[in-house]
């Protein structure tokens, strides 16, 4: 009887763990609203983009607390997430001491820096040399990175 009611209460709990990963659909405006809290009344902290990878950690009704690749952590309106693989070649940032990585004209750092990239910054892998790989980043400018700073 006690393992019944406890399973009966983890099953109803609104903020029982999903752990899953998950992925943004194609929304109407372009981008998915991370917020604060578990509703539209709390503010926005970042914009999503289709594609962008999320790890569920909980959920509330609709609405999921997701962790991104960068560590950043909020909730996400759960009706535009999807299961599924991501693209073909599709990366993202890691985590560097610096706090970002730098994308590069050329595959090597004697290269000039196009642009300076951020932690969960969504790539698109289009050719690779060695351990570098010549990528699309998100804002659409086209540059090499370095693999050991980059990941699915």
């Given amino acids: 009887m006690r393992l019944a009611t406890l399973l009966m209460i983890l099953l109803l709990s609104p903020l029982g763990a ?11 405006d372009g981008f998915l609203n991370m917020r604060s809290g578990p509703g539209t009344r709390f503010d926005v902290t970042r914009r999503l983009s289709p594609g962008d990878r999320v790890d569920v950690q909980q959920t509330k009704g609709v609405w999921y607390y997701v962790r991104l690749p960068s ?3 909020g909730w996400v309106s ?3 997430l999807e299961r599924g693989r991501p693209a073909t070649g599709l990366l993202f940032v890691a985590h560097s001491d610096d706090g970002y990585l730098n994308l590069r004209g050329g595959p090597g750092t004697n290269h000039e820096i196009v642009r300076r990239m951020y932690p969960g910054d ?4 289009l050719d690779r040399r060695g351990r570098w790989v010549q990528v699309r980043h998100v804002s659409g400018a086209v540059g090499w990175a370095y693999d050991a700073y ?3």
């Fill in 150 to 152: 980059l990941t699915r």
């Fill in 18 to 28: 999903a752990a899953q990963t998950l992925y943004v659909t194609q929304t109407s």
């Fill in 122 to 125: 969504r790539l698109e892998a």
């Fill in 71 to 73: 560590g950043d952590r």
């Fill in 78 to 80: 759960g009706n535009y």
